[in-house]
């Protein structure tokens, strides 16, 4: 038998986890690259060139698929599993270091526009909230799996307490403690955890109270807000600003003076929702082409809050609808995946449905703001928008999607070989052997009644 060429095809076609999950995440990665090469001019640095940010980003798109490939090559889930369990220690440290505002040489807690977000470890910045996403997903279905199976090792003797012990208080814990942070950030992720308890099989009683523990909370926060003047939780003040604002700035930028205090101040307001509109006004159908963008100059944060209006921009109304098919071809491709992995395995299928959620709810997030249909919320596209820490978050949890979609894969396809026939093979062949015979017969001129009256009895 010749040997096969080494050609890329082949290595891709040797690949045993999903192949359209694969080709989604290498496509958005690609996508990536080409935005960055033509985004704004903001991320230059000293004497960078738009050379330079591409470099930085191909170099960021291998390690994301580093470790993918890392993730994909684990070939038992309980090595997940056992990672999974450490996923709220690791999120309450960040926290914790985040807001304990320790500043180190090697251990920084970075603020910035009064928000505290970034951890500075020696010379590389984390993005808390980006980790804190996907460790709380996987801790969750690591511990409603743990819950169903009866292996949790404290309170196992009272359901109750186990409850709010490994799964109700870690996920009200983390999202009050990323409150101080972002209120945007606060509320996507917990209603991430919100809908992963519930696909767990989380009682309907106990998740209307988890939302009302939440709803309480926040109420709490607001109030603190008050007494302290604004002093303790000051997103809480954007966020209601955000929400609540009555101001009408566009008109206040038709009647102030060009160039006044007052006209800055309200063109400042609604400098990027506008100019993501026009983003996607002008990008009509086909768009301007890469690089055409005009609106990068205006809007600061179009490569990582705004990148979608910016796709348009370039690429038109198709390649919005491409980015947008993406995500929906994952979420039906990962329904797939969790269908696949059998009845018994609970936390393959919380984690492979929890991560999915948190991608694609964040991207029709981020492409809502963009389309200015809710307030901003400061969530990046999945997989291109600029950011490290996200980027290579989110590879991560692709990279545990195609681990499990393998192992998943594998487990079918022996079960499949262990199966008993429908039909046994002698009876098969016994069958066959019989309708060649009449055939034959037939063909050889006998009567067609008497082969009818010998075999059938008829």
Same mark, same amino acid.
């Given at each position: ?85 450490? %996923?709220?220690? !690791?999120?309450?440290?960040? &926290? #914790?270091?985040?807001? /304990?505002?320790? *500043?180190?040489? @090697?251990?920084?807690? =970075? ?57 109700? %208080?870690?996920? !009200?814990?983390?999202?009050? &403690? #990323?409150?101080?942070? /972002?209120?945007? *950030?606060?509320? @996507?992720?917990?209603? =991430? ?266």
């Amino acid at each position: 038998m010749a040997e096969k060429k080494k050609t890329l095809w082949n290595y891709f076609d040797s690949l045993e986890g999903d192949k359209v999950v694969w080709i989604i995440a290498l496509l958005l990665m690609l996508f990536s690259i080409l935005c960055m090469f033509s985004s704004t001019s903001r991320l230059l640095e000293n004497n960078q060139s738009r050379l330079d940010i591409v470099k930085d980003q191909i170099i960021l798109v291998g390690m994301g698929l580093i470790l993918i490939i890392v993730c994909y090559k684990i070939k038992n889930i309980n090595i997940f599993r056992w990672c999974s369990q450490w %996923g709220f220690l !690791l999120s309450l440290g960040l &926290l #914790i270091i985040l807001l /304990s505002r320790i *500043s180190t040489p @090697f251990l920084k807690s =970075i603020e910035i526009n009064g928000a505290r977000r970034i951890i500075q470890i020696g010379g590389f910045q984390v993005h808390v909230f980006e980790v804190i996403k996907v460790a709380m997903v996987m801790y969750l279905a690591w511990a409603l799996d743990s819950f169903k199976s009866h292996s949790l090792k404290w309170f196992k003797d009272k359901e109750m307490l186990q409850k709010i012990f490994y799964i109700y %208080g870690p996920a !009200l814990i983390t999202t009050i &403690l #990323i409150v101080p942070g /972002s209120n945007s *950030s606060a509320l @996507f992720i917990g209603g =991430i955890m919100f809908f992963t308890i519930a696909l767990g099989g989380g009682a309907i009683k106990d998740l209307a109270i988890f939302a009302v523990a939440c709803v309480l909370a926040l109420g709490l926060c607001v109030g603190v807000y008050n007494v302290s003047d604004g002093k303790v939780f000051k997103r809480i003040g954007t966020g209601i600003s955000r929400v609540f604002e009555s101001e009408d700035w566009e008109a206040k930028v038709m009647e102030a003076r060009v160039g006044s205090h007052e006209y800055g101040e309200a063109l400042d307001k609604i400098r990027q929702p506008y100019s993501a509109k026009i983003a996607i006004h002008e990008g009509g159908f086909f768009g301007k082409g890469p690089g055409q963008s005009t609106q990068r100059y205006v809007v600061p944060d179009i490569s990582e809050d705004f990148m979608y209006s910016f796709i348009i921009e370039e690429y038109g109304l198709i390649g919005g609808l491409f980015i947008m098919l993406l995500y929906m071809s994952l979420l039906a491709r990962s329904s797939l995946i969790v269908r696949n992995c059998g009845k018994g395995d609970l936390f393959a299928k919380l984690a492979v449905a929890g991560l999915t959620l948190l991608i694609t709810l964040q991207a029709f997030l981020h492409i809502f703001v963009n389309s200015d249909i809710g307030p901003m919320t400061g969530q990046t596209l999945p997989l291109v928008s600029h950011g490290s820490s996200a980027f290579l978050c989110f590879s991560l949890a692709f990279g545990i999607i195609l681990s499990i979609s393998r192992i998943a894969n594998k487990k079918m396809e022996r079960e499949q070989l262990n199966a008993e026939p429908l039909v046994e093979f002698h009876e098969v062949q016994q069958t066959h052997e019989e309708g060649l015979g009449d055939l034959e017969a037939f063909e050889s001129g006998q009567d067609l009644n008497d082969i009818m009256e010998d075999d059938y009895g008829i």
